[in-house]
């Protein structure tokens, strides 16, 4: 096989993101106090397991190389951010009104078209995106069939009246 006609196949999908933090158990009230993620597997002090729906880990948390450090830089090589997939828009409605009452931060919030977005920072500055996929039959596409996503402003109100139902 040469290697222009390979293509992945289409049943391929991220299985999980590691993560080096600074503080585990900083880390621990993040993802699995704030965000929900089940911990499934704890290493003493030094590393973590987290899942949704009994999977053994869609996040690991680590402090191996990064115990006490420093977030990395904004404008340097990295990870631009880790984007969880709720399977609804309720879901996303609900996640969003968890944070919020908890007044934790959030950098921002998006309509791309495909998806509904917000955004905000672990405690290390790590990005997080936490997103809902409309439908692929309502995904905005070009004249020529491609998908033509944009960033918009989310309405929040919007999201919030899912949980009026």
Known sequence: MREEDYTIPSQTRIGHVHLKVSD???????????????????????????????????????????KGASPAPNYAPGLFHTAIVYPSRKALAEIFLKIREAKYRFTGAADHGVSEALYLDDPDGNGVELYWDRPKEQWPRTADGEIDMYTRPLDLEGLLSELEE
């Open 24 to 66: 585990l158990d900083r880390a621990l009230d993040f993802y699995n106090g704030l965000l929900g993620f089940e911990i499934t597997q704890k290493l003493g002090d030094q590393a973590a397991f987290l899942s949704a729906g009994g999977y053994h880990h869609h996040i690991g948390l680590n402090t191996w190389q990064s």
